[in-house]
């Protein structure tokens, strides 16, 4: 079904569609909206809103005669005095000469007061006109976000972008910039995990995890590298993506070396360090240590920082699995043969004030160790923290970005370990 907004053939267009709909379906969303863009109280003014057109136009313009025309894409004005113009670029570069001759346009129609907003996914031209402001698309998405527990119609623009921005990404129009910001990973019961939303949130949850300057100077990531070139896993129950660290810069393959790992599940979100099999021999000799006391030593420092560091995280699990896998062919998923996975605090010591009400049981860790110091098939070692999104309200408040990156640091004792060769 063709969604209500999609009126237009352009993308810009549709979004501006989008944004002016909302605003005329809810007064109270369309003087907000235009304090915030223009510094204006029009409360007890009646405020009119033309789409591609400024007042005393012929209505309902075809979209290539309004091009044609050079007319804004759209427009607030309260019909007499004041008017508040809007030109919306996704791909193409924004011009001064276009933005000044808009403002002539309206003055020459007899509104005296003009001011403009031009709404980007890019920076914005260096100088405009004192009557101009710039934002990007991504403001207004995260000016929607605080407004939508006040407006339905807010909820359904910020809906509309979410979608918009995949597709248009997917499709290649939208090659830079973003429409929307991270503010959560919403799944849960009142919204249901899907592929498309999942890898939309992933991108843009590394790409915060990648400001975070701790990271590099800690654990040594390489903030600046790609993850995977291609986020796949439609028919999985999640996806993924990764941030190496500097010393995998000439390595064939990410496989070679630890690496920082973040998921997005049909159950949570996760946060995992990951000494894959592939890494080298003695990078392996030192995780595990002069012995199964050198592994217990650093898995219960590494559980010991992340308890301490997420105390005001509820609902977390700190954890540790060890996966065995096969592949049938290169392209193919890797088959899981076996997964053992076990809540770091069942090996913390019994007087540890870090279990809560976790019992001891040693037993797994080693039989962990002893997977890892003697093994034969491809096993791949992750300690990390999984974040269900049942038990921990953290994950759905942008505040999730620093509590993973806070786990990466915690793991810090398991990267030094593995990356001393």
């Known amino acids: 079904m063709r969604n209500l907004f999609d009126q237009y053939s352009q993308p810009e267009n549709r979004l501006t569609h989008a944004l002016l709909v909302s605003l005329e379906e809810d007064r109270w969303l369309l003087n907000a909206f235009v304090q915030w863009a223009s510094g204006r109280n029009v409360k007890k003014a009646k405020l ?197 660290i500097r010393q995998a810069r000439k390595a064939a393959k990410h496989t070679e070396y630890p690496h920082l790992t973040m998921a997005v599940g049909r159950d949570g979100v996760g946060a995992y360090v990951i000494v894959p099999d592939g890494v080298k021999s003695a990078s392996g000799a030192h995780l595990l240590g002069t012995g199964m006391e050198g592994f217990r030593a650093a898995v219960q420092q590494v559980g010991t920082n992340l308890l301490s560091v997420l105390q005001k995280v509820r609902g977390f699990v700190p954890e540790i699995c060890i996966v065995q896998r096969h592949w049938t062919s290169r392209s193919a998923p890797g088959t899981i043969d076996c997964q053992l996975r076990f809540d770091v605090r069942t090996a913390l010591p019994e007087a540890s004030r870090y279990r809560g009400s976790v019992k001891s049981q040693p037993q797994w860790l080693a039989a962990a160790y002893e997977a890892l110091v003697d093994h034969n098939s491809n096993l ?42």
């Open 380 to 421: 791949e070692f992750q300690i990390g923290c999984s974040f269900p999104y049942e038990t921990c309200k953290t994950v759905s408040d942008p505040s999730i970005v620093r509590v993973i990156a806070d786990v990466w640091l915690g793991c810090a004792p398991i990267i030094k370990k593995t990356t001393r060769c």
């Open 48 to 244: 009119t809103i033309l789409e591609q057109a400024l007042p005393g136009e012929e209505p309902d313009l075809s979209e290539e005669e309004s091009e044609r025309r050079g007319l804004p894409d759209g427009c607030i004005t309260d019909g007499e005095h004041w008017a508040l113009l809007i030109e919306s670029k996704v791909a193409l570069r924004p011009t001064l000469d276009q933005l000044d001759r808009h403002v002539q346009t309206a003055t020459r129609r007899g509104i005296k007061d003009v001011q403009l907003l031009l709404l980007t996914v890019r920076p914005a031209p260096p100088r405009l006109s004192g009557n101009m402001v710039a934002r990007q698309w991504a403001d207004v998405y995260a000016w929607l976000s605080k407004q939508k527990h006040r407006s339905a119609w807010a909820t359904r623009c910020l809906e509309y972008m979410q979608v918009m921005e995949q597709k248009e990404a997917e499709a290649g129009y939208l090659q830079e910039g973003r429409l929307t910001v991270f503010s959560g990973i919403p799944f849960g019961r009142q919204e249901p995990y899907t592929y498309g939303q999942a890898k939309r949130l992933l991108k843009l949850l590394r790409e915060e995890l990648c400001k975070d300057t701790r990271l590099s100077r800690q654990v040594e990531a390489d903030l600046s590298a790609p993850g995977r070139t291609a986020i796949t896993g439609h028919n999985h129950s999640q996806v993924w993506d990764f941030i190496p």
